[in-house]
């Protein structure tokens, strides 16, 4: 069965100071792993795709890796504005596209 | 690029009522639409995937006759939860796809509360 695993669920940090969230994934073959943020209310913002082991992908603070078994997501001097609910997802090779996502890792970054 | 809106923001109704939520991607056609609920402090659970002009396929536990969904078109889906209850107040997310299919660009969300 295809599965998601996002650790730790709840990650408070310092302005500045830098950190790893980890999503650990099983699936019957990977098209893709996705990145998310989601505000509170608020639909989830895409942030990267990583399709293939040793792929990584930077934007801003915020840099994702991926190995065969799990992906991290760099947080490089977080500032504030960066609090959020991170999500992990996985898609299958298969013929649906669907998402499987994991339950997040909640991040609080205070000034 | 990839802009998803979902109408209405928020919506309060009585048990019993139907109420319809709109999805729409705003600069591309979309292929595939998903809708999801999100219970509070928990992530994202697919309910259905639906391609234009064709039926809808509903994840396993999801009542098909009570989440109704149609994609007229390659803008568009709707969900319309029938004779809700209480038990069906959740926030509502649909995303869609478009010419890259993997990538899935999710709306701004629907909280429904049924009194």
């Known amino acids: 069965e295809d599965q998601v695993t996002q650790s730790p669920e709840a990650l408070r940090l310092q302005e500045g100071e830098s950190s790893s969230l980890n999503c650990s994934y099983t699936?019957?073959?990977?098209?893709?792993l996705f990145w998310y943020r989601q505000d509170p209310g608020k639909g989830p913002e895409f942030l990267f795709t990583?399709?293939?082991a040793g792929e990584e992908k930077e934007k801003e603070r915020l840099k994702a890796t991926l190995t065969k078994k799990e992906s991290f997501l760099h947080i490089t001097a977080p500032k504030p504005e960066d609090s959020a609910t991170y999500l992990c997802?996985?898609?299958?090779?298969?013929?649906?596209?669907?998402?499987?996502f994991g339950s997040g890792t909640r991040l609080l970054v205070r000034p | 690029g990839a802009v998803v809106s979902q109408h209405p923001s928020w919506v309060i109704c009585k048990s019993g009522t139907s109420v319809k939520i709109e999805c729409r991607s705003l600069?591309?056609?979309?292929?595939?639409m998903f809708w999801y609920r999100q219970f509070p402090k928990q992530s994202l659970m697919l309910m259905a995937t639906?391609?234009?002009?064709?039926?809808?396929?509903?994840e396993q536990g999801v009542e098909k006759d009570k989440f109704l969904i149609n994609h007229a078109s390659l803008t568009l889906s709707t969900l319309t939860v029938t004779s809700a209850h209480p038990e069906d107040s959740s926030f509502y997310i649909c995303?869609?796809?478009?010419?890259?299919?993997?990538?899935?660009?999710f709306g701004p969300g629907t909280r429904l509360l049924v009194l």
């Open positions: 995303s869609a796809t478009g010419a890259g299919p993997e990538t899935q660009y």
């Open positions: 699936v019957s073959g990977l098209r893709g």
């Open positions: 990583l399709y293939s």
């Open positions: 997802a996985v898609q299958a090779m298969d013929s649906s596209y669907k998402l499987i």
């Open positions: 600069d591309f056609q979309a292929t595939t």
């Open positions: 639906s391609n234009e002009g064709s039926k809808a396929t509903y």
